[in-house]
Every structure is written in structure tokens, then in C-alpha cells.
């Protein structure tokens, strides 16, 4: 089954203890993308990467890192998480002009 | 600065009525757009595009306008289903190989039987 895997689901954690988000995707997308939703914001783009190591910042990537070492896999990393990070997490590849979006991941930063 | 807005945050409907969704932009760079639903505890899922060169597109039960001058983005749903009840968000590509996405703030949209 195509698909965009992100782990965990839910994630609670203290302010800065450095934490992964992973995300997986077999459908040899080029595109892969990092967002975050938060109430009355939408979604806001954290980070993209147009292909394997090329990543590149979107609206809001401060206090995070990509890596793109693989064309399946592009983990979010926050190294000293924050307060203000807590929030709902989604990464999604592409496929003509389509994103597929994993399930999400619930970030809470005590 | 909010760059593509959905000014409704919420819509309720009859079943079987038509939904009408509706989304703002301000950047005339926008160079295609795209609406997403998402149910709860799900990732959003596409729903259907539009390409700025055109002025409508459909697909089945859902019909995308687009009115360039205006810089305005409608959805129709018609006829509505309970099963459509679902935060909607409107999206604009941009940038490289349209690499950057813009989201609205997201519409719920309830659809009573």
C-alpha cells in the first residue's frame, strides 16, 4: 500500500531534550516536505527537500534540521525543543503537484 | 501575513444541499491551488486542483472555481453527504517547481442528515 509513515503518533517531552520525528515513504517521491498545524494557523511549511541531499527552509524552520540522506526517509529533528513547539506535525511527499500525507505526529513540550 | 485565507471557520449544511467553501489569496505569484480535507486524527487528503490558467475544474461532486481578478478560490460540493463533514483547507504552490506551500486556516464543514 503507497504511503507516508511517520513515527510516533504522540510524542511528550521536556524543554530541550533533543528528539527525532521520523518519516518514511514508498513511493520513490522525489518531494518530501515537513509541516506543522496549529489552531488558526493552518498548516505552515517547516522544511522541504526537492530530492536526496537538497533540503531547503519553508515559512517557519526555525529550531528544526532535516536530513535527506535517502530518497525514502527525511526525519524531522528538533535539537533543544521548546514550549512553542508543541504542536501537530505532518510530512507529506509529492507526486504531480499532489501531496500524501502521513498521519500526523502530537508534539507536546513541557 | 496570512497569504491564502479561509475566512469562514466553519460551515453547516442539509444533506443533499450544495457547500460552498471559500478562500482568499493575495499573492499574485500563486501558480496553482489546491484543496485538502482532513478528518480528524488523519493526515489531510487531496482533494482536487486547479491550475491558475483555468477557471474551473471538477470532478465528480466537487467543482473548483477560480477568479483571478478577484484573487478568489471557491469549492462547490454538490449534493452534500454527512460523510463530507471534514475540516477543508485551501492551498496555493509557489516558488521552484511550485517547491513552497501556502495553507489556509482551514473551514469545518458539517453535513447534518
Known amino acids: 500500500e503507497a504511503q507516508v509513515t511517520q513515527n510516533p503518533r504522540y510524542l511528550i517531552t521536556v524543554t530541550g531534550k533533543k528528539l527525532t520525528v521520523t518519516c518514511s515513504q514508498n513511493?520513490?517521491?522525489?518531494?518530501m516536505s515537513w509541516y506543522r498545524q496549529d489552531p488558526g494557523l493552518g498548516l505552515r511549511q517547516i522544511y522541504y527537500?526537492?530530492?536526496?541531499?537538497?533540503?531547503d527552509k519553508g515559512d517557519v524552520p526555525e529550531g528544526y534540521k532535516v536530513s535527506r540522506k535517502e530518497k525514502r526517509n527525511f526525519p524531522l529533528i528538533l535539537e533543544s525543543p521548546s514550549p512553542n513547539q508543541t504542536s501537530l506535525y505532518f510530512c507529506?511527499?509529492?507526486?504531480?503537484?499532489?501531496?500524501?500525507f502521513g498521519s500526523g505526529t502530537q508534539l507536546s513540550v513541557l | 501575513d496570512q497569504q491564502v485565507k479561509q475566512n469562514s471557520p466553519s460551515l453547516s449544511v442539509q444533506e443533499g444541499r450544495i457547500s460552498i467553501l471559500n478562500c482568499d489569496y493575495t499573492?499574485?505569484?500563486?501558480?496553482?491551488f489546491l484543496w485538502y480535507k482532513k478528518y480528524p486524527a488523519e493526515g489531510p487528503t487531496f482533494l482536487i486542483s486547479?491550475?491558475?490558467?483555468?477557471d474551473k475544474n471538477e470532478d465528480g461532486r466537487f467543482t473548483v472555481f477560480l477568479n483571478k481578478s478577484a484573487k478568489h478560490l471557491s469549492l462547490h460540493i454538490v449534493p452534500s453527504q454527512p460523510g463530507d463533514s471534514a475540516v477543508y483547507f485551501c492551498?496555493?504552490?509557489?516558488?521552484?517547481?511550485?517547491?513552497?506551500?501556502?495553507f489556509g486556516e482551514g473551514t469545518q464543514l458539517t453535513v447534518n442528515p
Open positions: 507529506a511527499s509529492r507526486a504531480n503537484e499532489k501531496l500524501f
Open positions: 513511493m520513490n517521491h522525489e518531494y
Open positions: 527537500s526537492m530530492n536526496v541531499e537538497v533540503t
Open positions: 499573492n499574485s505569484m500563486f501558480d496553482y
Open positions: 486547479i491550475s491558475s490558467i483555468k
Open positions: 492551498a496555493a504552490s509557489w516558488g521552484t517547481s511550485g517547491s513552497r506551500l501556502t
